[in-house]
């Protein structure tokens, strides 16, 4: 998937099946063609003779539409799927079941043991790729339960949640206090589902016996990096969404009454508040308004992104085909009609990170361990049929040849580097040491100045004997500087000669190998080699930061005892000419003032 793709919402409807014995005699008004169309018929009108030239039919067309008789398995593949190498690759994705009370909502996205629903199929196959890719990448799987009930949020993996508070910042919506909790594998996930679904609010109606009462959302985040350690990492989250939406209903036709019809009134409110934001959203995308008011539910602020953001989403519309809920499936298809519309722009979720030099010998360790990893799964795979004893053992003796010259340019290497790190080291050292000396030449000149006008306190052949001692170091500090420039010229080619030869037989041996298991193993080594080198280079910068440091408190004490003494001096000079009434010129007034 390209970074910053925008793309429409996939929208898919499902029919659920009449299997109620009260109701298989009912008239059916709903039908599935071709996958994809949906036709609503309303046969109300089909007595009243003013009608009766006019259709009562409407048609819908969605990315793809299931009938009654199509299985669980057949809504993942189709809806969810391709979702799942997204998530691991760092895209945040949504799939969320819409619908009024009673249409299979929650059976679509949990199910039952024998049909697991769209949660149990997604995690299955994240597991799956996961063990797949696990050569090559590492990854973190962390998961949260919540519901939203009555406007309230509530953690379903707290035994005692108290109401949670949304919080909304640059990265996006959170929820504050959400419990986040690690999984190994789809077990370990479904039992925290299961058990979280025991604190979801349901409670029986007319229309549905386990009529879930609350919005429920399970967030599973994925984090993924390369298994070759390295100084900067690039981490992938991915974040998968599954959202099974508490349905609408009409109290005329529930029949509740007291605490039901309460939560009902929720239900339809915050539904209501997602239908307006679907509907804007997708007059948006055609007319240009952009405004979309998500604050009208705490639902709709969770579902922010996944509407208006950066993510993939899927909204899976359910219906009844039975002829008393034409009102609430002619509503719910021309919200997922509209759906259709909106757009999302996706980009993937990429952390870097730049790892600290107190690390380094950790990531060599990880580095050394990994390289012994796959050398144990070569010699466990010495005697697969896929390859030839004769050809293991030629790649095998390529490896030990390979890594033998390539640990000699190794050594090679840090010792220039060392080097040419030393000679780096004092030339810095020595350019501060003459910015030194010409201080110490300048405040010189300056006192000469002086003892022209007035006379000196120090001996003059003391202070030239002193000014030439500073010209002749000044004179060694700039031989040593030249020298140290050539020096810095000869080993750079010398570098670059040896860098060249080590990158020839690294790409010479991915060429003749037949083993991935062995690039693998040349490619770590390298990395370490390349850690080693980093980190004696720093050791190096270290030190001798260090002794610059001690150099420049010694030169700093150095000039404030010069400082001094020509404080010492300057008095001096002035008790002397205000004892011997001496004038003196306007320059040197103005500078004694």
Known sequence: MKPSESQNLTVALRV?????????????????????????????????ILRAKRSHEKRYMFDVAFDSYHTQLDVYLATTKSLIDSVLDGFNATVFAYGPTGTGKTYTMLGTDENPGIMALALNEIFAVMRENGEHSLYTVTMSYLEVYNELIRDLLCPDSPDLELREDSTGVTVAGLTEVGASSTKDVMDLLMD???????????????????????QVTVKKLKRVRSLTETVNIGKLYMIDLAGSERAT??????????????????LLALGNCIKALSNGNTNGNTYVNYRDSKLTRLLKDSLGGNCRTVMIAHVTPELKFFDESRNTLQYADRAKRIKTKIRPNLQTVSHHIAKYPIIVEELHKEIERLKKKLSDSQSSASTSVTAFNKDRELLELTKTE??????????????????????????????????LLKQHDLRREIYEILPPIIPESAENDHAEEIRSTLNKISSGKQKQTSMLERLEPSWEKIADRYHVVEEEFEERVTEDEYRDIISLLTNI????????TQNEEVVAVRRRSQEQTDWSNVQTKLNTELLRIIRSQQQLISSHNITLPDQLEELYK
């Not at 009260?22 to 007595?47: A, Y």
């Not at 390539?406 to 003459?434: A, F, G, I």
């Open 16 to 48: 659920r099946p009449i299997n109620d014995d009260l109701h298989r005699e009912s008239k059916r008004i709903v039908h599935v063609l071709d996958g994809q169309m949906v036709i609503l018929t309303d046969p109300r009108d089909e007595d009243d």
């Open 196 to 218: 979280g679904n025991k604190r979801r609010t349901t409670e029986p109606t007319l229309i549905n016996q386990t009529s879930s009462r609350s919005h429920a959302v399970l």
């Open 529 to 536: 080699h390349d850690l080693e080198i980093r980190l004696s």
């Open 406 to 439: 390539l640990n000699k340019l190794y050594n090679k290497q840090l010792k220039l580097k060392t080097k040419m790190c030393r000679v780096n080291m004092k030339y810095e050292s020595d350019r501060l040491r003459l910015d030194h000396y010409n201080s």
């Open 253 to 270: 036709i529930t029949k509740n009454r007291g605490t039901r019809l309460v939560e009902g009134a929720h239900i339809n409110r915050s």
